[in-house]
C-alpha cells in the first residue's frame, strides 16, 4: 500500500459543484501540502499544513480550502469548482524542516 | 524565500554526464537546497539536499560553492530513463514558514540515444 494515498485518481464535474479531494498518510509526518499542476508547468502550492491545528495558505489558496481531520488525514475542497481548476492535484507530506517530501499517486480533476 | 532560477531546458546523450545549474542569490543562512525529480503524471520524488560544499547519493552528486549563490545538480552516465523535469528547491530551517515549499518551473532534461 501506498504512504500516501489520494482519493478520488480522477474525477469529473460540472462547474459550480463541490469537489473534495482526500489525502491519508500512513508515514507519521507532521506537514501535509496540496499542489496543483497544469499541464507542462511546474507545481504550485495550494496550502500546507504545519500541524492538525496549523493551516497556512499557499501561492493559489483562493477558490480552495482545506480541513487537517488528524494528522495522518488532510482534504482539499474546491466549494464551487470553475473549468480553470481543470488540474492534476498532489499531496504531499513531510517530516521536520529538512525531511524531503512524498508524495501521493496524484488525482486528475475535470470541470467542466 | 530565496528565489531560484534554473535552465528551462536541456538536452544530452546516453551515457553523458549532465549538469544543471541552479542560481539562488538570496539564500538565506539557514537555507537547504534540495532537489527533485518528476516523470509526467507523477509526483515528484527526492534525489538529493545539501547546505554547501558538496554532497554524493547513489544517483547524484551536488556541488555547492561557498557563496551558496548557486547549486549544480550532476548526473552521471545518464540513461533515456533520466528524461524527466528536474526542480531546485531553496527552503530554511525552523518555524512554519519553513514547511513553505515552493516549486519553481524546475529544468526539462531529454535524454537521446
Redesign the interface.
Same mark, same amino acid.
Do not use: E, L
Given at each position: 500500500d501506498a504512504d500516501v494515498t489520494q482519493t478520488p485518481r480522477n474525477r469529473i464535474t460540472k462547474t459550480g459543484k463541490r469537489i473534495m479531494l482526500e489525502c491519508s498518510q500512513t508515514k507519521g509526518h507532521d506537514r501535509m501540502y496540496w499542489y496543483r499542476q497544469d499541464p507542462g508547468l511546474g507545481l504550485q502550492l495550494i496550502y500546507y499544513s504545519f500541524d492538525v491545528k496549523d493551516i497556512n495558505k499557499g501561492e493559489i489558496s483562493d477558490g480552495y480550502s482545506v480541513s487537517r481531520q488528524a494528522q495522518a488525514k488532510f482534504s482539499l475542497s474546491l466549494e464551487s469548482a470553475i473549468p480553470n481548476q481543470t488540474a492534476l492535484y498532489f499531496c504531499a507530506t513531510k517530516q521536520g524542516d529538512t525531511g524531503e517530501l512524498f508524495f501521493g499517486e496524484g488525482s486528475r480533476l475535470t470541470v467542466l | 524565500l530565496a528565489k531560484t532560477t534554473q535552465p528551462i531546458s536541456m538536452d544530452s546523450y546516453e551515457g553523458q554526464e549532465v549538469n544543471i545549474t541552479c542560481s539562488h542569490n538570496n539564500i538565506a543562512t539557514n537555507d &537547504?537546497i534540495?532537489w527533485?525529480q518528476q516523470f509526467p %503524471?507523477?509526483?515528484?520524488?527526492?534525489i538529493i539536499?545539501g547546505y554547501k560544499t558538496k554532497v554524493t547519493n547513489e544517483v547524484a552528486s551536488l556541488f555547492i560553492p561557498a557563496d551558496r549563490k548557486s547549486s549544480t545538480l550532476s548526473l552521471p552516465r545518464v540513461s533515456l530513463s533520466d528524461t524527466a523535469?528536474y &526542480?531546485c528547491l531553496v527552503g530554511?530551517?525552523?518555524g %512554519?514558514s519553513?514547511?513553505?515549499?515552493?516549486?519553481?518551473?524546475?529544468t526539462r532534461l531529454s535524454i537521446r540515444p
Open positions: - | &537547504y534540495t527533485y %503524471s507523477q509526483g515528484p520524488r527526492f539536499q523535469v &526542480y530554511g530551517v525552523g %512554519s519553513a514547511s513553505k515549499i515552493i516549486f519553481g518551473s524546475g
